[in-house]
Nanobody, 124 residues
Framework: VQLQASGGGLVQAGGSLRLSCAAS????????AGWFRQAPGKEREFVAA????????YNDHFAEGRFTVSRDNARNTVYLQMSSLKPEDTAVYYC??????????????????WGQGTQVTVSS
C-alpha cells in the first residue's frame, strides 16, 4: 500500500487543519492507520490511530479533545482533523498503515507502510 499524506500548511494558533492520508495500491487487506508527528530535534511521536473497524485511540497528552481521527473506507482515506492548534503542534505529520491486528497502534515500529509526511506549521 502506498500512502499519500496531504493537507498540511501554515495556520495561526487557534486555527484548524484537516490532514488526509490516501491509500493506493493493494488496499484489499484491512489495515489500521496511525498518525505520527516529528518536530525538529525531537523524536517521532504518536498522535492518533484508527483501527480497521473504527476504534480510535489518541495521545492523551495533547491530542485528546482537539484532534479527531476518522476514515472513509470507500475512498481508502484516513483523516486527522486538528483544531485549537498550538505552536507546539508544529511538526511533520506522517500517516502509516498496519496490517493484521489492531494492537499497539501507538508504537511506530508495528506499522508496515508510511506516507511521506506533510508539514504543519502553527504560528503564534
Amino acid at each position: 500500500v502506498q500512502l499519500q499524506a496531504s493537507g498540511g500548511g501554515l495556520v495561526q494558533a487557534g486555527g484548524s487543519l484537516r490532514l488526509s492520508c490516501a491509500a493506493s495500491g493493494d488496499t484489499s487487506s484491512t489495515y489500521s492507520a496511525g498518525w505520527f508527528r516529528q518536530a525538529p530535534g525531537k523524536e517521532r511521536e504518536f498522535v492518533a490511530a484508527i483501527s480497521s473497524f473504527g476504534g480510535r485511540t489518541y495521545n492523551d497528552h495533547f491530542a485528546e479533545g482537539r484532534f479527531t481521527v476518522s476514515r472513509d473506507n470507500a475512498r481508502n482515506t484516513v483523516y486527522l482533523q486538528m483544531s485549537s492548534l498550538k505552536p507546539e503542534d508544529t511538526a511533520v505529520y506522517y500517516c502509516a498503515a498496519k496490517y493484521g491486528g489492531s494492537g499497539l497502534l501507538f508504537v511506530a515500529s508495528v506499522y508496515n507502510d508510511w506516507g511521506q509526511g506533510t508539514q504543519v506549521t502553527v504560528s503564534s
